[in-house]
């Protein structure tokens, strides 16, 4: 028993949680071993805290916290100290001080860090009362140095490249688009609602997994922002966004004809002349949306459109498919024009000719010849 426990616990524990813990940890002994050394303090628990609370996951949001935990203590040091020199008696400027920080530490921007504008509004009151100056530039020297260790920490110390987890959400959400696709050809061949075939939370699995993706590919874009280790800028191309983008305007598309035949089960029965084409069609959309992994659109895309197209006028000859039919055909086509719109290539990055060799030299030169008198 203590074995499955001590399992899913580590299955909640990820590595990301671990090293984010790591680098906390090294921040906050770096920030009170040096007050200790520089400022003589002998407990340095404010500048520990700072460094504990504003390490984050990423870089930029290591700099977020830091921000707003070095605004929200600002602004608590500009409310009190007014407070305790100029208002009396002591009970008004205090009423006076916890008022405004209150007030200023519900503001937006601050988030949770806000707690800290009337924290620090109080200790600056009491020690500005108790004519404690040294103690106040002590307090909050251990605060910058708190804030400037988070920061380094985060920066410097293996920071998080998170693109595993959102090439497993991307490989998930291709898996599931193209699994649905499938599942609606075989859904048009038998003149089944889609329900029947998909299961009845078909559409909100896909709309679960398009949320994931866009999440996990947000969070691997925020982790290589600001990064200083090479695998953040070898992997960048990777996870383009306007893969997410193809795969949603699919995903979309295939919401829409699920509920068209969802309405009319037999609206692909115009007979097989209709149904097997366009059965085949979704399959091949499938196939193209799997390999849509931002390179090339998939070969068959060219031909399958040109077959859209002569099932689109085949149906419309026939008068009893023009309606039902076109209805079907515009979102396929819709998501074949997605598919076939191709990703944009990296930047390519152009290199100094300095220190290269004595042939690329030549080639440059002869290039680019001189203009004789």
Same mark, same amino acid.
């Given at each position: 028993?203590?074995?499955? @426990?001590?399992?899913?616990? @580590?299955?909640?524990?990820?590595?990301?949680?671990? =090293?984010?813990?790591?680098?906390?940890?090294? =921040?906050?002994?770096?920030?009170?071993?040096?007050?200790?050394?520089?400022?003589?303090?002998?407990?340095?628990?404010?500048?520990?805290?700072?460094?504990?609370?504003?390490?984050?996951?990423?870089?930029?949001?290591?700099?977020?916290?830091?921000?707003?935990?070095?605004?929200?203590?600002?602004?608590?040091?500009?409310?009190?100290?007014?407070?305790? /020199?100029?208002?009396?008696?002591?009970?008004?400027?205090?009423?006076?001080?916890?008022?405004?920080?209150?007030?200023?530490? %519900?503001?937006?921007?601050?988030?949770?860090?806000?707690?800290?504008?009337?924290?620090?509004?109080?200790?600056?009151?009491?020690?500005?009362?108790?004519?404690?100056?040294?103690?106040?530039?002590?307090?909050?020297?251990?605060?910058?140095?708190?804030?400037?260790?988070?920061?380094?920490?985060?920066?410097?110390?293996?920071?998080?490249?998170?693109?595993?987890?959102?090439?497993?959400?991307?490989?998930?959400?291709?898996?599931?688009?193209?699994?649905?696709?499938?599942?609606?050809?075989?859904?048009?061949?038998?003149?089944?609602?889609?329900?029947?075939?998909?299961?009845?939370?078909?559409?909100?699995?896909?709309?679960?997994?398009?949320? %994931?993706?866009?999440?996990?590919?947000?969070?691997?874009?925020?982790?290589?922002?600001?990064?200083?280790?090479?695998?953040?800028? %070898?992997?960048?191309?990777?996870?383009?966004? @306007?893969?997410?983008?193809?795969?949603?305007?699919?995903?979309?598309?295939?919401?829409?004809?699920?509920? /068209?035949?969802?309405?009319?089960?037999?609206? =692909?029965?115009?007979?097989?002349?209709?149904?097997?084409?366009?059965?085949?069609?979704?399959?091949?959309?499938?196939?193209?949306?799997?390999?849509?992994?931002?390179?090339?659109?998939?070969?068959?895309?060219?031909?399958?459109?040109?077959?859209?197209?002569?099932?689109?006028?085949?149906?419309?000859?026939?008068?009893?498919?023009?309606?039902?039919?076109?209805?079907?055909?515009?979102?396929?086509?819709?998501?074949?024009?997605?598919?076939?719109?191709?990703?944009?290539?990296?930047?390519?990055?152009? %290199?100094?000719?300095?220190?290269?060799?004595? @042939?690329?030299?030549? /080639?440059?030169?002869?290039?680019?010849?001189?203009?004789?008198?």
């Amino acid at each position: 028993m203590r074995v499955v @426990r001590w399992s899913a616990l @580590r299955s909640r524990i990820g590595p990301t949680d671990c =090293a984010e813990a790591a680098r906390a940890t090294v =921040a906050a002994g770096l920030t009170w071993q040096t007050c200790t050394t520089l400022l003589h303090t002998p407990d340095p628990y404010a500048g520990a805290v700072a460094a504990l609370l504003i390490v984050e996951t990423t870089v930029v949001r290591t700099a977020s916290a830091a921000l707003r935990y070095g605004s929200g203590c600002l602004f608590g040091l500009l409310v009190a100290v007014p407070g305790a /020199l100029y208002v009396q008696p002591a009970m008004a400027g205090l009423a006076l001080v916890v008022l405004a920080s209150v007030l200023l530490a %519900r503001r937006e921007f601050l988030g949770h860090y806000g707690l800290h504008v009337p924290t620090t509004a109080l200790i600056t009151f009491a020690l500005v009362r108790g004519r404690h100056p040294g103690e106040l530039a002590s307090h909050l020297a251990e605060i910058v140095l708190g804030i400037a260790f988070g920061l380094a920490c985060s920066a410097l110390l293996f920071p998080a490249v998170r693109v595993r987890s959102a090439e497993r959400a991307l490989e998930e959400l291709r898996g599931l688009v193209a699994r649905y696709l499938d599942g609606l050809a075989d859904a048009v061949v038998r003149h089944e609602p889609p329900r029947e075939v998909l299961g009845t939370d078909w559409e909100q699995d896909l709309d679960t997994a398009l949320e %994931r993706a866009r999440t996990e590919v947000d969070e691997a874009h925020e982790s290589m922002r600001w990064n200083v280790r090479p695998t953040a800028r %070898r992997r960048h191309w990777h996870l383009d966004r @306007r893969v997410l983008r193809t795969l949603s305007d699919v995903a979309r598309q295939l919401t829409a004809t699920g509920r /068209l035949l969802d309405a009319q089960p037999a609206a =692909a029965g115009a007979g097989p002349a209709f149904a097997q084409p366009y059965a085949r069609l979704l399959r091949t959309t499938a196939l193209c949306a799997y390999a849509c992994r931002g390179g090339r659109p998939h070969p068959a895309l060219p031909a399958a459109r040109q077959a859209l197209t002569r099932l689109g006028a085949t149906a419309c000859d026939r008068q009893a498919a023009t309606a039902e039919g076109g209805r079907l055909i515009r979102p396929l086509e819709s998501a074949l024009s997605c598919l076939s719109a191709p990703a944009p290539a990296p930047p390519v990055r152009t %290199r100094r000719l300095t220190g290269a060799p004595a @042939r690329a030299r030549r /080639l440059s030169r002869a290039l680019h010849p001189r203009l004789r008198r």
